[in-house]
């Protein structure tokens, strides 16, 4: 268990802090609630599972090798992400707050697949497996142990966004309020897009 801490510290970090799918569950619970943003919890916390997993049965070593293949993951990545801000900023909100939300609703899969084009995320778990894996036959003990342990840490992570944003949609009543809202979510969206294109 000493040995696993650091890396529960570290997937800790990485899940709590602000990034593009904490932004986007926090605006699907404002908007939806929280069951309606659980698709994308539970989709973000499997597709970043999945991405530890993937990367310690070295597809992450071809993955680092390839510039090209990193150029086009980030080219989809800042698309996709423009893409859902364009759509979280313009999507008209109903008068009433009992009304029903418009606008399309990300799924598990988006979600999932958000985490799985991001070429920042396959770096940091390449560093991740290199450093927190052991050689040889107990590599893919730790490989399966850690891609558990990080879905089970996000999980709870994400879930705190989503209760974030059902809370914070009690203050967001007057329809003003949630358009200017889900605008400025909209553009932390699309500058956390942007960011992916700092060296």
């Excluded at 908007?31 to 049965?57: D, N, Q, S, Y």
């Amino acid at each position: 268990m000493i040995e696993l801490l650091p890396f529960a510290l570290f997937a800790f970090v990485a899940s709590i802090t602000p990034g593009p799918t904490n932004v986007l569950v926090l605006n699907h619970s404002v908007r939806f609630g929280f069951r309606g943003a659980l698709p994308i919890v539970l989709g973000g916390c499997a597709g970043a599972a999945l991405m530890v997993l993937t990367v310690g049965v070295g597809v992450g070593d071809a993955v680092a090798a390839h510039a090209m293949l990193q150029t086009l993951m980030k080219g989809l990545g800042i698309i996709w992400l423009s893409h859902l801000a364009w759509q979280i900023y313009w999507t008209p909100e109903p008068e009433h707050r009992n009304g029903q939300a418009a606008g399309p609703r990300l799924g598990f899969l988006a979600s999932a697949g958000l985490q799985l084009i991001n070429p920042k995320a396959w770096m940091m778990a390449v560093a991740v497996i290199s450093v927190f894996t052991r050689p040889g036959t107990e590599r893919w003990h730790d490989v399966a142990q850690l891609s558990l342990m990080f879905f089970c840490i996000s999980l709870p992570c994400l879930a705190a966004w989503a209760l974030l944003g059902r809370g914070a949609a009690a203050f967001l009543t007057p329809r003003a309020r949630r358009i200017m809202f889900n605008r400025s979510l909209a553009a932390m969206l699309l500058l956390s897009a942007l960011a992916s294109l700092l060296p």
